[in-house]
Structures are given as C-alpha cells and as structure tokens.
C-alpha cells in the first residue's frame, strides 16, 4: 500500500511566519497534491505537482507556494502567514485516478 | 469549474438503521469516488466507480454511478459505530480535475 506521510499533525504559528509543511510518499508516484479542508467547504486544492522541480496552480493557490526537489517529497510553503490559512492541510498522492491522503496537518495561526 | 453538491450535509442515525448520502452536478464526470474520512485522519477511498450506471458494492456499502453522468449516491446498510466519519464524494472529469463534495458527518447513535 502507498504510505503518504505528513511530518506534523499539529502546528501553530504566529501571524507572519514563514510555513513549511512537508509531505513524503513512498511508492515513486509521479503526482502529488495539497488540499486545504475547511467545515462546510470540502477539499480544495490548492497546487499540485506532476514531476520533479514542476508544479501547478490548484483552485485556491494565493498564499501559498511549493516545492518538489525530488519525487518522493512535496513541500508547501506560506510565505507569510495570515490567520484566514488556519485549516486542516491534506497531501496525496495518486494511484490511477484514486487519490491516497496522509492523515493531514492542523495548523493554526495565531 | 464544476461543482458538486453533496447531500446531507449531517446525519444523526441509531445503530442499525440504513444510511443514504448523494452528490449531484450540474456538469458531466467521467469517474466518481466515495471517501470515508475518520476523525483525525486523512480521507480513506472507499468505492470508485467508472461507468455511467455502474453499481458496484464493498461490504455493507453500495455506491452507484448516475446514468447521466451528473450524479452518484452511497448508501450504507445497518450502521454500526465505527461508521461515524465524514463521507466525500469526488467527482474526476480529466486526469487532474478531482472536484470534492463539502461531505456528510455522519453520526450513529449505539
């Protein structure tokens, strides 16, 4: 089975700080996602990435920013974060259509 | 983009008792997915479903892709309580446009 893991399951940061969140999956996929989870609104996806060093704007992508230096980790970036990005963050993966999550980061932004 | 509609948006039910859940839209998709998400946890794919009219089941749960493409249902037969979670419907229209429903929370009473 893939294995998408999530380095912290809770954050909190204060307003302004610069955010990494890093995502690691062990099945050399080649697509990777991050969605943000909010009561009420779903998943929504915020960038995605396809390969190495290439990344893609997702539906809600201002604030944020990524990384993929090597196939297995994908990182998201809040340059500078504000408290409306306090949310449940989501990273997956994709096996044929199928998306496989990691158990999700809760951050909070003080 | 497309949007799904998800439908209840909570249930409070008694153990035992049957459990249906739907998502509509207004455009067309190619795939639908089913995802139970468990508190604390990263959503979990339960059931995909590939072809307009398709039926398929796992267990206790039955999900059915809509035969004009617009919509599916999942329905869950005698609830018991490690059923509690939030279910997502997914909607896929090409390789990387996955739309999310806002998800039922479900909740069964012992």
């Known amino acids: 089975d893939v294995k998408v893991t999530q380095s912290s399951r809770y954050l909190v940061k204060r307003t302004g700080e610069k955010v990494f969140l890093e995502c690691v999956q062990d099945?050399?996929?080649?697509?990777m996602f991050w969605y943000r989870q909010d009561p009420g609104l779903g998943l929504r996806l915020i960038y995605f990435?396809?390969?190495?060093?290439?990344?893609e704007k997702g539906d809600i992508p201002e604030g944020y920013s990524v990384s993929r230096e090597k196939k297995e980790r994908f990182s998201l970036i809040l340059e500078s974060a504000s408290t409306n990005q306090t949310s449940m963050y989501l990273c997956?993966?994709?096996?044929?259509?199928?998306?496989?999550f990691g158990s999700g980061t809760r951050l909070t932004v003080v | 983009g497309q949007q799904l509609n998800q439908s209840p948006q909570s249930m409070f039910i008694q153990e035992g008792e049957d459990v249906s859940m739907n998502c509509t839209s207004s455009?067309?998709?190619?795939?639908w997915l089913w995802y139970k998400q468990d508190p604390g946890e990263g959503p979990v794919l339960l059931i995909a479903?590939?072809?307009?009219?398709e039926l398929t089941s796992n267990g206790r749960l039955t999900a059915q892709f809509g035969i004009t493409r617009k919509d599916s249902f999942l329905n869950i037969s005698a609830s018991i309580p490690s059923d509690v979670g939030i279910y997502f419907c997914?909607?896929?229209?090409?390789?990387?446009?996955?739309?999310f429903g806002a998800g039922t929370r479900l909740t069964v009473k012992p």
């Open positions: 997956a993966t994709r096996t044929f259509l199928a998306l496989t």
């Open positions: 479903l590939y072809k307009a009219g």
């Open positions: 099945m050399d996929h080649e697509n």
């Open positions: 455009s067309i998709f190619n795939t």
């Open positions: 990435s396809y390969d190495v060093k290439m990344k």
């Open positions: 997914a909607g896929v229209y090409n390789n990387n446009d996955m739309r």
